[in-house]
């Protein structure tokens, strides 16, 4: 409808591209929902002659979200969602230092994600396509409910794995029936717990610069700038951190004239950005929870 197009041709038109790896249909779970997860940023330094199979490693973990090779070709950054406070230890004090090609680290735990940033591929929409296609926020502020049962969970793993699995599908996974499953999932969408996304080469819509901005904001303001940026089109994730600097902001652009841009014009305008360290970004090896072809 959006497109001007029958829905069977929108069918005939997407099956190819999800055939052949273009787009990629997953889940992602909501971290405030999930008490015990430790979701954290890892800047991680390598040997550069290593640093390929460092990241591939990483991006086979389950619990590795995003995994981007940085800068000079010697640094990964990657975001991940750990299983509790001893899968934190288990990474930091014991898997990363016993790999020989490491340097160092340096983690930042991720204190608040700001939703509207998740949202990025609504803002390619007009207000009269997201209505039509439902399109709703993914909120991150609101307080957990109760623990959830096991057969939401097992839905939840399906989705990871194939967000475009059929409802008999889903009920096959969780012991349900396929009227349940579209319930449940429908519940889970709802409240926040869980997102649906499709993933693809931004490359392909002409966005081929990438950059992570490490912005140290005066305290009082950093809620405000969290949010303001969240909202900014070139923003595809804004999240306040632990550390030297405390707001950890993910850009893509068109090209360096348009990221000069966003950091002259909008960065620029915000007082309350006293610093800010901008690292391109060379590779994605793995976004939202989906490792890209090569790797």
């Known amino acids: 409808m959006c497109l001007g197009l029958s829905e069977r041709t929108v069918v005939r038109r997407a099956g190819p591209l999800y055939a ?13 929902r999930f008490p015990h ?39 990964i950054s990657t975001i991940v969602f750990l299983d509790g406070t001893e899968a934190r230890n288990r990474l930091l004090l014991r898997d990363l230092p016993a790999t020989d090609a490491v340097h160092g680290w340096t983690s930042h735990t991720l204190l608040r994600v700001f939703p509207a940033s998740l949202n ?25 409910p109760a623990p959830l049962p096991s057969a939401d969970l097992a839905l939840i793993q ?22 349940t499953a579209r319930r449940r999932l429908e ?46 089109p070139a923003v595809r994730f804004t999240a306040a951190t632990t550390g ?16 000069y841009r966003f950091l002259t014009d909008t960065i620029g305008a915000m007082q309350q950005i006293t610093s800010v360290d901008t690292t391109p970004v060379l590779a994605t090896v793995k976004r939202t ?6 790797f």
């Not at 609504?122 to 307080?143: C, I, K, M, Q, T």
């Not at 931004?202 to 940026?229: D, F, I, Y």
């Not at 929870?289 to 090569?294: A, V």
């Open 244 to 259: 030297p600097a405390n707001l950890l902001v993910m850009v893509t652009t068109t090209d360096l004239d348009a990221l």
């Open 37 to 75: 997860l430790v979701p954290m940023a890892l800047r991680i330094r390598c040997r550069p002659e290593r640093i390929r199979t460092v990241a591939s490693t990483l991006a086979r973990r389950t619990d590795t979200l995003w995994v981007d090779i940085l800068g000079g070709g010697d640094e």
């Open 20 to 32: 052949d790896g273009t787009l990629r249909a997953t889940a992602e779970r909501n971290p405030i």
């Open 187 to 232: 519940a889970l969408l709802h409240d926040g717990t869980v997102r649906l996304v499709t993933e693809t080469d931004l490359a392909l819509l002409g966005l081929r610069t990438k950059a992570q901005l490490w912005l140290s904001v005066e305290p009082s303001a950093l809620q405000a700038a969290g949010e303001q940026l969240s909202r900014e």
């Open 120 to 144: 990025w591929g609504a803002r390619l929409l007009d207000d009269e396509e997201a209505a039509r296609l439902g399109v709703r926020p993914f909120p991150l502020s609101s307080p957990p």
């Open 289 to 294: 929870g989906l490792t890209r072809p090569g």
């Open 158 to 179: 399906a989705l990871t794995e194939n967000a475009r699995a059929d409802y008999a599908t889903l009920a096959e996974r969780t012991g349900t029936t396929p009227r």
